[in-house]
């Protein structure tokens, strides 16, 4: 290729045949879709019939890097995995740190497509072009951590890169996760889709290079880099020394929007039991990071004394706090050390287990369901045992864990009365630690995310800075469009969206300045934002297929109902006609039709999409 | 209520909750959607998410019956089941024969729906008016008449009616049936919801009735019925003696419509190893009938010398002597004997089961895969053993079996190559024994039917009788609305479709005044046949929402593009052309838009689905 940052493979595996080939991607393609979410959604829109379901063998895994893996750039020790979701039933994709982006590259690929169910369980061996399918009969029931060490052991190669699903993946959890190293492809189901194919893990190794564009233009970009990060606390203080508990006190006692109990509140007046100022006093042994990252906000936390004396994590990170802690009405970091490397271990999100859980506990408290139910466990607010006792059941799928291991949306369809109102999820997906009642945007943005009910579609961050009014409706639209412009360029690249306090809140000039040093493609902001909108309209047209519409694009009907409870964003929230409103301008600003949330033909044809017009035509 | 042939409950069930519940039906409701597939539609469309996938817990299973269950009319020994289909991912309903629909009256409901997933194994016993959840732990693995009779004696009642599935239920076959006593709901994988709902089996004893609204006028009716049925020597010789074995002589050697090898040909030179008269003289042992069916077209045959000698079963009916003998190139009817009680006691469907072996097959031949993915067994046409071990490998999803337990659709979609293109399927459903290429009727039928490629929503029968030209064009599309209106009203009454020689091959007077004597609605033909449109627009409008459009309305290129090889029908197909000519008519006739196949907001509030009409307007 005549561009930097790609080797022009795509290694394509079939698990049922256990058939390899090799994809080539031109220019062209790279220039238009970048690479990570961009190439990942262009082969899932071409290759899967949108109707499946994520368990079919005909659904694909796509395990991409973008053009930044393997060349060090700060923060692109990462890769993504997409997948038709077992949540959401649509597109999805989910990054993880790990070397394993880079290692893919080395290998000679940009990305590995993976179609099919191998009728045994397999773990897939990459080394260079050498791809072997490889038993994983003795791995199957094993955590994610045991797994990665016996594939290196079996391979005899010690720095090798895997990333393994552990018993919540293999039982089709539907939030199970991947991980790798002790980073998680988190959210959204993947590790299941894993496990539906009987993979336990994939492991790649390589030997080659991926060399950017333009060298010297990207050490002055290095150098601009150097420089700049120093002015921002938050990258070189905050998330270094404190990692992202930091958020806890703030989210909590500033803006009050700390889902708490369930989000019957937002504010939790156990806060000082999980804030960032104890973890690291008490709980902190070491700082942890993903591959060429010089932030490292990840910590390596233990408990030191008490009752769950003896645990240890890489994390927690402040969604983890809040799903274990607050929202289960918890005030005991210990318990969320626990929680977290539990989840690690079996291979679970954090975010979805502990909002179901803290679901499950208000239908509890209400008498929807009864201790028939919950084989027997109280399961109230603050009660830490029934959580650690929840997080194995709903990863090997036993008791009131079978219905927990479909997340909130599904087990209130089943548990019925006004349930779903409570459950804290957007088409499936649960909602992280960044209210949708305390900041507007997020409110938007949660409604019409591809991935449904996430933090990483639009950002929570320019809110909190107020760079945008957390308040505000006018303008908020336009807001979000920006935000997430920025994060599927992010999540294209593959860099960390921690990198927002650096480059920008929304897509700017600073993201071209990035990208063309190693592409060497010579972007303009114009034509950036074309890819950014390309890559974002695909996502959708690839949901709407599968059914998705403006209904879809709402919040629980709590958020829309009810006013926080208390604390300092009391009686902040988004009504169902404020949220109209602010959907019709997105509608609007987007070129979408307004009445059915599908992208009109005028738009799609003007980003390059005629082909994806012509496929909507037949809807 | 007021009518007649009704309870006026159905009877609600949580696997997950283990709570049931009652929910009443209105005198309206009855007479405006029938019973059956009527009710089932409803139901699913206001209770199921129809993006999710079919084995989400959420998926609802509803066991319905119609106003003449438990009333002894003539080939009303039935039942129906209903669901999200994992074949299809659109409605399914299945009908089969068995005492257990009139149980179901009997102990007080016209219905009963299921939600929810059993965390551990379980089966229902509704014993009138008490509904018990019970462990099917050591019944789980057990062959389906073994399940059935280890409950009888666990219940301590040999006459107790159950519907079980076996193995290929368990684990998620997607074309695994529904067996009560030796009968099968048979397509469209509800054994397949079954088994990924932990529910192994229903029984259902009663001691109630169900009384009709006339009885004189019913007894007028039967009188009416005994007279006229016999001048038809299908339903007094032709069926009684022969069973549906019958028709592969007149459709190999008359119509040229019996698929043979994969639809290579249409004429099978073997058909004399396969046909009625061989199967009648060498392998009968006696007649067998659903309960209260004076037809009795089910025979027990068995195998009395060489190769498979011993094997017994209930049939084969014709469609398993297609798929399993002409299709799989074989003409040994002993082999089809075997596979075909196989088939029964694993639970598994046997069009859907020899189509795919047969599809297999072909790519074999082809070399679109090799010994290296089939366990190294020679997947050629005529090799008896392959197909007896293939039905294992499926039930059990071993090796090869793993993939084969797709479907020919999802199995080709991961085999790649061009071989999508001789999966016959549609929608996901494998194709029955009436020819696509012979027979318009059925071209049309099959790309419109909401089950796919199913003989029961249109019928082939009135084309093979003459009453409508198996050649023609013109005026098909209202042939085919006519039969699917008789199918889709005997649905709802739930009596045999082979009473069509007797009642007319589309919709008339007959089907009125064989209603009104037991409802005593007075329905008059319009009336019913606006009940025959709601119930099959339902069907669509849950499709649609499923993202089912005209698109999807097709057949498989193979039907499309090569005309008959060889045979009495040499030559004959119909091309993608003529298909959308009768598409274009169909949908005029139907009051759906021509461009995407929706049924237009005029039509469905002309037939009183205005709710259904709102719905739709949100995609």
């Not at 005909?58 to 692109?76: C, D, E, K, L, R």
């Not at 505000?472 to 979000?480: L, Q, T």
């Not at 034509?527 to 879809?552: C, H, P, T, W």
């Amino acid at each position: 290729m005549k561009y930097g940052g790609y080797k022009g493979k795509i290694l394509r595996v079939n698990l049922t045949t256990r058939k390899t080939s090799i994809m080539e991607i031109t220019d062209e393609f790279a220039r238009k879709y970048l690479g990570g979410n961009g190439f990942a959604v262009r082969f899932l829109f071409d290759m899967i019939d949108p109707r499946i379901d994520a368990f079919d063998p005909t659904n694909v895994i796509a395990m991409m890097t973008g053009p930044f893996q393997g060349i060090y750039v700060p923060t692109s020790g990462k890769y993504l995995l997409a997948a038709k979701s077992p949540l959401t039933n649509g597109y999805f994709d989910s990054i993880s740190g790990g070397q394993i982006g880079a290692e893919i590259k080395y290998a000679g690929y940009d990305g590995i497509l993976i179609i099919g169910r191998a009728d045994k369980p397999v773990y897939i061996f990459v080394d260079d072009d050498k791809v072997e399918f490889k038993s994983a009969e003795r791995l199957w029931g094993r955590l994610t951590s045991e797994t990665q060490e016996m594939i290196k052991e079996e391979i005899g190669d010690p720095r090798l890169s895997v990333s393994a699903i552990g018993p919540a993946g293999e039982n089709k959890v539907r939030y199970a996760c991947v991980i790798t190293e002790y980073r998680a492809a988190g959210r959204g189901g993947i590790g299941a889709v894993m496990g539906s194919k009987n993979l336990k893990a994939i492991a790649v190794r390589g030997s080659g290079t991926n060399e950017p564009a333009n060298p010297e233009a990207l050490e002055a970009w290095m150098k601009w880099y150097n420089e700049e990060v120093k002015k921002v606390p938050a990258l070189t203080t905050g998330l270094p020394v404190y990692g992202t508990p930091i958020l806890v006190s703030s989210i909590n006692n500033m803006f009050g929007g700390f889902g708490t109990r369930n989000y019957q509140t937002e504010y939790f007046e156990g806060w000082e039991g999980l804030c960032a100022e104890l973890l690291k006093s008490k709980y902190w042994d070491k700082d942890s990071a993903c591959p060429a990252c010089p932030i490292a906000s990840s910590k390596i936390f233990s408990v030191k004394e008490g009752k769950w004396k003896g645990a240890i994590s890489e994390g927690p990170d402040y969604e983890t706090i809040y799903s274990f802690g607050s929202m289960c009405g918890i005030n005991d970091i210990g318990l969320v050390i626990k929680a977290d490397s539990m989840c690690d271990e079996y291979g679970m999100d954090t975010v979805s287990c502990g909002v179901t859980i803290s679901f499950i506990m208000e239908c509890y408290e209400k008498g929807l369901i009864t201790k028939e139910n919950t084989d027997g466990m109280e399961f109230k607010f603050g009660n830490d045992d029934v959580v650690i006792q929840s997080i194995e059941k709903i990863a090997k799928r036993i008791g009131i864990g079978d219905l927990m291991a479909e997340g909130s949306l599904r087990a209130a369809r089943i548990i019925g009365g006004n349930s779903e109102r409570f459950a804290i999820q957007v088409k499936g997906l649960e909602i992280p630690g960044h209210s949708a009642r305390a900041l507007r945007g997020m409110a938007l943005g949660y409604a019409v995310a591809s991935r449904g009910g996430s933090h990483h579609d639009p950002r929570p961050t320019g809110e909190y800075a107020g760079a945008s009014d957390r308040k505000a409706v006018e303008g908020k639209a336009s807001w979000v469009i920006g935000t997430m412009r920025w994060t599927t360029i992010g999540d294209s690249m593959i860099i960390c969206h921690f990198l927002e306090r650096l480059l920008g809140y929304t897509l700017n000039q600073r993201h071209v300045d990035m990208i063309n040093p190693v592409t060497g493609f010579g972007y303009t902001y114009e034509e950036l934002v074309d890819v950014a909108e390309r890559i974002l309209d695909l996502e959708r047209a690839f949901n709407v297929r599968a059914g998705i519409r403006r209904k879809d694009d709402t919040l629980p009907r709590r958020f829309l109902e009810e006013p926080i409870a208390s604390g300092p964003s009391k009686g902040m929230h988004t009504d169902e006609f404020t949220l109209n409103k602010m959907l019709d301008e997105f509608y609007e600003l987007k070129g979408w039709d307004k009445r059915t949330g599908i992208p009109t033909k005028e738009k799609l044809i003007r980003i390059g999409l005629e082909d994806v017009a012509l496929e909507l035509e037949k809807l």
